[in-house]
């Protein structure tokens, strides 16, 4: 069964979920489950528009997550890199890997996802497929991310395997876990067999700033509402100034402040969308003292004022 997700909630721990919604702790790890125990693996649709100004927020998780476009263009961001994809192409997001994607253009975009557990590749612990093969790609700090698509002929096939596990996942028919678990172990297969280089120059360890990219990510997102300096977010990882701006260059790609102001944004038109908060509340509810800011800032990373976005959303999503 596919499941649409569109709704940012952040929680101190796991808990039920309806379908649509992305449980993010503050330090933006995902929460939400993925599939069953049994087999670890969700397949969803999903429609960037119906997020805050078509902008899925930074966020990372354990297991594996594939991706591809069903439809118009999107900017994803991964630790250390940025792609611009188009209908029919996809990447492969890597185990604990910081990653977000947005909307380019005004054609909207829609993807489809499989978020699964690297054991449903590897099988059993240390089993041949987990040492040699799934171990040295998750433990790969230099390949957050693989871009896959059709201009060569082994990111074209892993495409089409993706799609036969995602159409399989999705469909639930008897059987279906043989299906989904060969469309995936292809598409690993042929990751390694051509990214063998960058596997065996490798050190199995992530790359240095993860750990305080997160930790400031967990400090912005609890007090986003907060009057906050870089000396601020700087000092919630026990770094300089200085060192905080190469932290945020080298893996989001977006100065502290510029992140957290886009930040803000997303919150207040998500609550623009799906509440009927006055737009000056919000305005005060999102870290924004000043109504005229907020409107310019808005205006600056979504395209339209507040008013004109709750006029164009507000009621669809909340039919």
Same mark, same amino acid.
């Given at each position: 069964?596919?499941?649409?997700?569109? *709704? =940012? /909630?952040? $929680? &101190?721990?796991? #808990? +039920?979920?309806? !379908? %649509? *919604? =992305? /449980?993010? $702790? &503050?330090?933006? #790890? +995902?929460?939400? !489950? %993925?599939?069953?125990?049994?087999? &670890?693996?969700?397949?969803?649709?999903?429609?960037?528009?119906?997020?805050?100004?078509?902008?899925?927020?930074?966020?990372?998780?354990?297991?594996?997550?594939?991706?591809?476009?069903?439809?118009?263009?999107?900017?994803?961001?991964?630790?250390?890199?940025?792609?611009?994809?188009?209908?029919?192409?996809?990447?492969?997001?890597?185990?604990?890997?910081?990653?977000?994607?947005?909307?380019?253009?005004?054609?909207?975009?829609?993807?489809?996802?499989?978020?699964?557990?690297?054991?449903?590749?590897?099988?059993?612990?240390?089993?041949?497929?987990?040492?040699?093969?799934?171990?040295?790609?998750?433990?790969?700090?230099?390949?957050?991310?693989?871009?896959?698509?059709?201009?060569?002929?082994?990111?074209?096939?892993?495409?089409?395997?993706?799609?036969?596990?995602?159409?399989?996942?999705?469909?639930?028919?008897?059987?279906?876990?043989?299906?989904?678990?060969?469309?995936?172990?292809?598409?690993?297969l042929l990751i390694?067999?051509?990214?063998?280089?960058?596997?065996?120059?490798?050190?199995?360890?992530?790359?240095?700033?993860?750990?305080?990219?997160?930790?400031?990510?967990?400090?912005?997102?609890?007090?986003?509402?907060?009057?906050?300096?870089?000396?601020?977010?700087?000092?919630?990882?026990?770094?300089?100034?200085?060192?905080?701006?190469?932290?945020?260059?080298?893996?989001?790609?977006?100065?502290?402040?510029?992140?957290?102001?886009?930040?803000?944004?997303?919150?207040?038109a998500h609550l623009?969308?799906?509440?009927?908060?006055?737009?000056?509340?919000?305005?005060?509810?999102?870290?924004?003292?000043?109504?005229?800011?907020?409107?310019?800032?808005?205006?600056?990373?979504?395209?339209?004022?507040?008013?004109?976005?709750?006029?164009?959303?507000?009621?669809?999503?909340?039919?």
């Amino acid at each position: 069964m596919f499941l649409e997700r569109y *709704e =940012i /909630i952040f $929680a &101190p721990e796991r #808990r +039920e979920v309806t !379908g %649509h *919604e =992305i /449980i993010l $702790a &503050p330090d933006s #790890r +995902e929460l939400s !489950g %993925h599939g069953t125990p049994m087999f &670890p693996c969700g397949a969803y649709i999903v429609d960037l528009s119906r997020f805050g100004g078509g902008i899925l927020p930074w966020h990372w998780h354990e297991e594996i997550e594939v991706l591809t476009l069903r439809s118009g263009a999107a900017r994803i961001g991964l630790h250390g890199m940025e792609l611009d994809l188009k209908k029919g192409e996809g990447v492969f997001v890597n185990s604990n890997v910081l990653h977000s994607a947005e909307i380019v253009g005004g054609d909207g975009c829609v993807l489809n996802a499989l978020v699964f557990h690297p054991e449903i590749v590897s099988g059993a612990a240390g089993s041949v497929f987990q040492q040699r093969y799934v171990r040295p790609l998750i433990s790969c700090g230099s390949l957050t991310g693989i871009p896959l698509r059709s201009e060569n002929a082994w990111e074209r096939e892993a495409l089409e395997a993706f799609k036969k596990a995602h159409d399989a996942c999705g469909a639930e028919k008897f059987g279906y876990e043989f299906a989904v678990r060969e469309g995936l172990s292809r598409v690993w297969l042929l990751i390694v067999q051509n990214m063998r280089a960058a596997l065996e120059r490798e050190k199995l360890e992530q790359p240095a700033n993860t750990g305080r990219i997160k930790a400031m990510l967990d400090y912005l997102h609890r007090h986003y509402r907060e009057p906050l300096t870089l000396r601020d977010i700087a000092a919630t990882a026990n770094v300089s100034e200085r060192e905080c701006l190469r932290c945020f260059a080298e893996a989001i790609g977006t100065p502290p402040m510029r992140y957290l102001l886009k930040y803000r944004v997303s919150v207040s038109a998500h609550l623009l969308a799906e509440t009927d908060t006055p737009i000056a509340e919000i305005c005060g509810l999102t870290g924004f003292d000043d109504p005229s800011y907020f409107s310019k800032s808005f205006k600056r990373f979504i395209g339209v004022t507040p008013s004109g976005y709750r006029k164009k959303y507000g009621a669809d999503i909340r039919e």
